[in-house]
């Protein structure tokens, strides 16, 4: 990944799928970055972002 994610405004939950569970990571609020690990670390990593406190913004860092 060659991008960060910054959450400008709003909550998400940071989920991942495994066994056909979904599991949370996290809870990010505004002004924190996502997708970090995929940046720094070499490797696949996925996840999903689901907002729960509308309304969400995301801003990409190149």
Known sequence: ???LTL???GRIEVDVR???QVHTLAEVEALEL??????F???K???DFRVINKPAQL????
Request: hydrophobic fraction near 30%.
């Open 1 to 3: 990944m060659e991008t």
């Open 7 to 9: 959450l400008t405004q």
């Open 18 to 20: 495994h066994d056909n």
């Open 34 to 39: 996502l997708s970090e690990v995929s940046f």
């Open 41 to 43: 670390v070499n490797g």
């Open 45 to 47: 990593h996925c996840g």
């Open 59 to 62: 801003q990409a860092i190149p």
